[in-house]
């Protein structure tokens, strides 16, 4: 069995890159907020870009400015060499990864990125680099060394600047008053789209479906109602059709409890008056989280005149994929 100490490695590696990040925090000056006035003042998008194992946290950037509203994509910078810069106009601003800031095929770019007008904005660890002097912007991302032991793979530095472009990322969502229901936009096929876009009216039954009686008819008729609709309730009604208690399988084992009688009892007499209901445009979560809180299973949904328009059970919240 290996006698190494895997823990004591792992402790000093995760040290090692938070001291970077923390170092790299206490760096941040008004170049940040340079680099962040040129993206929101871009008129195309942010071409992001970096090669070797900055490259992947370009592409992990890109995508998250993508996601938060500022239009972005990823650009490799040795495809960009070979007619790639196609994609770069002088109303884009390139945001540029290399710790040393002199990898060749970066600075390959750099007379015809100049050359197009397009900003650049530089993620390097070293300013007096090609790439630094030439950008625009310079965000530091220098760290003291590698947590590889041999100060050689990328470890810290592509944390630093992992966490630099979260930076970026964050400040341009605050800055550009980003909504949970904007990112929900931007992810419509996952969970948290499917719980910030979908509404009651989405998802509940309506028209005759929903399970009505009127207030003095009698609990046969209400349950003939009840099991015709299938809901194990029904919405009760007035005379001007407004809703004003709901009767439940529950308020039927109650009735039996206290020995009223099933055949001559008048639902307005044993209906839970004044019950929780939710409007068409609450959202589901909303309507999900309530129906948890109150351990209930189904839902009047009625409009702003008191009416009742829909029914939602917790089975289509089920089916909707938001438990």
């Given amino acids: 069995m290996s006698t190494f100490d895997f823990i004591k490695s792992a402790q000093r590696t995760i040290s090692m890159e938070v001291a970077a990040v923390t170092a790299m925090a206490q760096r941040i000056d008004s170049s940040f907020s340079q680099a962040c006035e040129i993206i929101l ?27 938060t509203g500022t239009p972005a994509f990823f650009v490799h910078p040795a495809e960009a060499s070979h007619g790639d810069l196609g994609m770069i106009t002088s109303n884009d601003v390139v945001i540029a990864l290399s710790n040393s800031g002199s990898s060749s095929e970066m600075v390959a770019l750099l007379p015809t990125l100049t050359r197009v007008g397009a900003k650049i904005i530089s993620l390097c660890g070293k300013a007096d680099s090609p790439l630094a002097q030439a950008a625009d912007v ?19 530095s592509t944390t630093a600047s992992l966490v630099m472009g979260d ?23 996952g969970t948290l789209g499917r719980k910030l876009l979908l509404r009651v009216s989405d998802v509940m039954h309506a028209g005759d479906q929903v399970p009505k009686i009127h207030r003095a008819a009698s609990l046969g008729e209400t349950l003939s109602m009840m099991t015709a609709k299938g809901f194990g309730m029904t919405a009760v009604m007035d005379d001007s059709d407004k809703l004003v208690g709901i009767f439940t399988d529950g308020d039927l084992r109650r009735c039996v409890d206290k ?14 008056p004044n019950p929780r209901t939710v409007q068409s445009r609450m959202l589901a979560a909303q309507a999900l989280n309530l129906m948890e809180t109150n351990k209930i299973t189904a839902l009047i949904v009625e409009d702003e005149n008191q009416k009742a328009v829909g029914v939602l059970h917790m089975h289509d919240l089920l089916r909707a994929g938001l438990v």
Avoid at 54 to 67: C, D, E, R
């Fill in 41 to 67: 003042a871009c008129q195309g998008r942010t071409v992001v870009t970096g090669i070797g194992k900055s490259g992947h946290i370009a592409k992990k950037i890109a995508a998250s400015l993508a996601s």
């Fill in 138 to 156: 310079n965000l530091d991302i220098w760290i003291e060394s590698e947590a590889c032991p041999l100060d050689l793979a990328p470890t810290s």
């Fill in 167 to 189: 930076a970026l990322t964050v400040a341009l969502l605050e800055a550009r008053g980003f909504s949970a229901e904007d990112f929900a936009f931007r992810h419509p096929g």
């Fill in 259 to 272: 020995g009223i009688n099933i055949g001559s009892a008048i639902v307005g007499d044993v209906m839970t």
